[in-house]
Structures are given as C-alpha cells and as structure tokens.
T-cell receptor
Framework: DAGVIQSPRHEVTEMGQEVTLRCKPI?????LFWYRQTMMRGLELLIY????????DSGMPEDRFSAKMPNASFSTLKIQPSEPRDSAVYFC??????????????FGDGTRLSIL | SQQGEEDPQALSIQEGENATMNCSYK?????LQWYRQNSGRGLVHLIL?????REKHSGRLRVTLDTSKKSSSLLITASRAADTASYFC????????????FGAGTRLAVHP
C-alpha cells in the first residue's frame, strides 16, 4: 500500500513568496496531521483534521499559515507571505479512526522548505 | 515545555550492545508511543503501550511504562548499524483526543 505522499520534497523560494505544500494521506485514514520540525523547537503539531474538518489549529503560528482539506485524499498547507523563519521540514501524517484512543500515525517523508 | 522529554539526548554504542532510551512526561496519558526517524525521512511508528500496560515487546524492542513515575523506556537489544536513527516518544493528553505531543528525541549511533 502507498504511504503518505508529500510534495514537493524540497522547496527553495525567496521571502514574500507564497508556498503550497501538498499531502495525500493513506486511503481510509480519517485523521490528517501537519507538523513542523526544526532543530530549535523539535516536532510541533500545526493543525489536524478529522474527516476533512479542522479540529485543532492552535499550533498554527500565525495568520500567514493556512491549511485546507477539500476531500479525503488531499490536503494543503499554505504560507503566504513566507519568511526565512518558516524554514523547516514540514511533515504530513495520517491515522485511522481509533475510537477514544490514539492510533499510530503514518508519516510522509516531509517537505524541506528553505526561505531565502 | 514539552510533555515528553527523552534522555539521553544522544547515545553512541557498538553493534551488538543494548541501547536504552528513557522518556518522562508530565500529565496523565491514555497511551505512549515510540517512533524512529532515519535521517531525511519521516517518523516511523515502532510500538504503542497503553496506560494500563507495564511492558510490551516487539522483536528486539522492549518498552516499559511506569505511570506512577510518569516515565517509559525503550530498550533495543543486540543493536545493529541499521538502528542508527533518532527515537521519539509521543504521548497523548488524557482526554486530548488524537493529539500527540512528541519529545525532543534521542539520537542513537550504532557503530559497526
């Protein structure tokens, strides 16, 4: 089975530009998560969706960040305008429904974003 | 501060030795999970232990959980060079449905 697919794998752009990161979760998974990983702050949860509905976006750093999940097989994380401090590896993960218990999360290989 | 904190931050051992990593957390949990991350890759789930379990095994992995001390340990026996990676514990907040908090990780280097 295909895992979580993220694109692009690498993105280098100049500050002020719009950046769009894409994610295809594992088919049948009800939860989708966006994380950011940096050396300084580790792995941070930005936002997560359940059945395409955003449940918790308290980790989104500021209004420049937005995420959408128009259908069960696709999600985007957008940064507009981008800033150098947004440079990080962004991961998407998905997990199945688990009742009232967390299930293991399946991660994509991430998008390494560099803002110059 | 983070819910889960791993110790040590880095560990360097020889092939064949055992590696032990520890994780401490602050609040009540439903379960605790361990993940591995190879360089340049995403995290891979290793094992999940529920709050009512004390020990769990999976191949060369052994995980313990002590809820009274709010701590867990991951033991990798007979380590191999391919075990070189970062290892993270992740906890959910009791009642915090499907939201995991990851620790800073332990970087393990296994030398041939």
């Amino acid at each position: 089975d295909a895992g979580v697919i993220q694109s692009p794998r690498h993105e280098v752009t100049e500050m002020g530009q719009e950046v769009t990161l894409r994610c295809k979760p594992i088919s049948g998974h009800d939860y989708l998560f966006w994380y950011r990983q940096t050396m300084m702050r580790g792995l941070e949860l930005l936002i997560y969706f359940n059945n395409n509905v955003p449940i918790d976006d308290s980790g989104m750093p500021e209004d420049r960040f937005s995420a959408k999940m128009p259908n069960a097989s696709f999600s985007t994380l957008k940064i507009q305008p981008s800033e150098p401090r947004d440079s990080a590896v962004y991961f998407c993960a998905s997990s199945p429904e688990g009742g009232n218990s967390n299930q293991p999360q399946h991660f994509g290989d991430g998008t390494r974003l560099s803002i110059l | 501060s983070q819910q889960g904190e791993e110790d040590p931050q880095a560990l360097s051992i020889q092939e064949g030795e055992n590696a032990t990593m520890n994780c401490s957390y602050k609040t009540s949990i439903n379960n605790l999970q361990w993940y591995r991350q190879n360089s340049g890759r995403g995290l891979v789930h290793l094992i999940l232990i529920r709050s009512n379990e004390r020990e769990k095994h999976s191949g060369r992995l052994r995980v313990t959980l002590d809820t009274s001390k709010k701590s867990s340990s991951l033991l990798i026996t007979a380590s191999r060079a391919a075990d070189t990676a970062s290892y993270f514990c992740a906890t959910d907040l009791s009642g915090g449905y499907n939201k995991l908090i990851f620790g800073a990780g332990t970087r393990l280097a296994v030398h041939p």
